[in-house]
């Protein structure tokens, strides 16, 4: 299964994605600032980096993955950090918000969706946001031209260049780009195509 395939990534020594945050955080950081109780939910967060980044930086931090072995890994992140994480075993498929968000965030996780359960769920994501807050997506694109990676998971499904953007047509973009990034995860050195999108919901004026 790809769970235990996680799992066996995630017992391994080290930190199977590194320990640097994704390059987006950083964005979030300067866009919303968290100079008041901010509260963010890492969907899919695998061993914490980027929820980690967040508490650290004050942020509330939610976050869930299907991997036992990534979240016990994310705690003890947190833990050396001095920092807390409401941290739980969930699947993307399943999981409803409970509450809203301030920031709703995913890097590399949104794959997970089968294409036909995509609308539904961002438009949960979206509800689940208070106004002027932020979804933030990191999305593996498929490209014609980057070879599949050697680690790629076969219950993955395809994300096309810019198909984020439809979910989010009636929201502020505040950022997007498409970047092809050297990756060498499982050892393997290979490429991914990435689009990267922060979008604010912003209340509407009919
Ligand atoms: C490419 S990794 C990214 C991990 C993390 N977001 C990061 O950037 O370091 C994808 C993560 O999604 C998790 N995952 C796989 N299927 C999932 C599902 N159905 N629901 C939630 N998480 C899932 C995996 O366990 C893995 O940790």
Redesign the pocket.
């Known amino acids: 299964m790809?769970?235990e395939k996680?799992d066996r990534r995630?017992a391994r020594d080290g930190y199977y994605?590194g320990l640097k945050p994704?390059p987006i955080c950083y964005r979030v950081l300067q866009l919303m600032p968290p100079e008041r109780n901010l509260k963010l939910i890492?969907?899919?967060?695998?061993?914490g980096?980027?929820a980690v980044f967040f508490a650290r930086n004050g942020y509330s931090v939610t976050a869930?993955?299907?991997?036992p072995v990534?979240l016990m890994k994310a705690s003890r992140l947190a833990d050396e950090a001095g920092v807390k994480i409401d941290l739980f075993e969930?699947?993307?498929?399943t999981v409803r918000l409970t509450g809203k968000y301030d920031i709703i965030f995913?890097?590399?996780?949104l794959q997970?969706i089968p294409p036909d359960q995509r609308h539904s769920m961002f438009v949960h994501y979206q509800e689940q946001t208070v106004f002027g807050g932020f979804n933030v997506h990191s999305i593996i694109v498929r490209k014609p031209f980057i070879p599949r990676a050697s680690d790629a998971e076969k219950?993955a499904y395809k994300w096309v260049s810019g198909e984020i953007l439809k979910y989010y047509h009636e929201w502020k973009i505040e950022f997007i780009n498409e970047g092809i990034f050297d990756c060498n995860s499982g050892g393997v050195p290979h490429q991914h195509a990435i689009n990267r999108i922060i979008a604010r919901k912003v209340d509407g004026v009919e």
């Open positions: 790809e769970n996680y995630y994605w994704s890492d969907i899919g967060c695998g061993e980096r980027n869930f993955d299907t991997s990534g969930g699947d993307i498929n995913s890097t590399g996780s997970y219950s």
